[in-house]
């Protein structure tokens, strides 16, 4: 099949702190850390990639302080 390539300008971290419960006026602690790669670029060729079954290849140009686990989950992706 084809391939896509999508450029993120500001690709992003999205970070997801799992609990128990939520319970209000509580203290919570966090039993789970998700990372996962973000952005309108990222997030569209994800869903072609799924939806479609097509190789995706995302390119973000790298400018000022990066976070080395934005690009860490994002290269863990299959």
Do not use: F
């Amino acid at each position: 099949m084809g391939e896509i390539v999508t450029v993120t300008l500001n690709a992003a971290l999205y970070v997801t702190y799992e609990v128990e419960a939520l319970v209000p006026n509580a203290t919570h602690r966090v039993t789970a850390v998700h990372h996962r790669a973000g952005g309108k670029g990222v997030n569209v060729a994800r869903v072609l990639a799924d939806a479609v079954a097509l190789s995706a290849a995302v390119l973000s140009p790298v400018a000022g302080t990066v976070d080395p686990a934005a690009y860490l989950a994002l290269s863990q992706e299959t």
